[in-house]
T-cell receptor, first 109, second 113 residues
Framework: GQNIDQPTEMTATEGAIVQINCTYQ??????LFWYQQHAGEAPTFLSY??LDGLEEKGRFSSFLSRSKGYSYLLLKELQMKDSASYLC??????????WGAGTKLIIKP | TAGITQAPTSQILAAGRSMTLRCTQD?????MYWYRQDLGLGLRLIHYSNTAGTTGKGEVPDGYSVSRANTDDFPLTLASAVPSQTSVYFCASSEAAARSEQFFGPGTRLTVL
């Protein structure tokens, strides 16, 4: 079966760095997406990785290792507004997104 | 630019009744999707449409139907609602089916009693 695993909840301090991991097992691979979802709102796109390596976008970076079925989202210089759920999703061989349950990130002052 | 709109924002529905959730996008995206999101679970795909005039079943299609008569609209119909269909429903669209980010509507919170 297809499976996406990510931690349920993480806590970090304002100004610090946090890494959110995602491991996956899917039927085929056409890229991995990270989305941010604030409570009561819709998911919004953060990053897309299809090749191995690190993609940097401002305070956010995303890493992919296809051979290990592994990705992480790195958030630097954490701000209170980064408190949200972070969703990992893999596009399978049918181009459908398989979603993890999300990691709730709590930022403390 | 409106992006994607959904209606209604929320609804309480009696079991056995039918309902259509509306979704409209103004980005001229080819692909559209319906997901449900339940606490503790990832988003689950109900139905999708890669282009106007075509639709496909996702992971959890039972009890739901869709149509895609034109590029902009993708309504989701519950023919006879059951309590297990209580959920938050998100409509999304992408420029293409493959390797494109999906843009989400604000969601419809549906409660079936």
């Amino acid at each position: 079966g297809q499976n996406i695993d990510q931690p349920t909840e993480m806590t970090a301090t304002e100004g610090a760095i946090v890494q959110i991991n995602c491991t996956y097992q899917t039927s085929g691979f056409n890229g991995l997406f990270w989305y941010q979802q604030h409570a009561g709102e819709a998911p919004t796109f953060l990053s897309y990785n299809v090749l191995d390596g690190l993609e940097e976008k401002g305070r956010f970076s995303s890493f992919l290792s296809r051979s290990k079925g592994y990705s992480y989202l790195l958030l630097k210089e954490l701000q209170m507004k980064d408190s949200a759920s972070y969703l990992c999703a893999v596009q399978d061989s049918n181009y459908q997104l398989i979603w993890g349950a999300g990691t709730k990130l709590i930022i403390k002052p | 630019t409106a992006g994607i709109t959904q209606a209604p924002t929320s609804q309480i529905l009696a079991a056995g009744r039918s309902m259509t959730l509306r979704c409209t996008q103004d980005m001229r995206h080819n692909a559209m999707y319906w997901y449900r999101q339940d606490l503790g679970l990832g988003l689950r795909l109900i139905h999708y449409s890669n282009t106007a005039g075509t639709t496909g079943k996702g992971e959890v299609p039972d009890g739901y139907s869709v149509s895609r008569a034109n590029t902009d609209d993708f309504p989701l119909t519950l023919a006879s609602a059951v309590p297990s269909q209580t959920s938050v429903y998100f409509c999304a669209s992408s420029e293409a089916a493959a390797r494109s980010e999906q843009f989400f509507g604000p969601g419809t919170r549906l409660t079936v009693l």
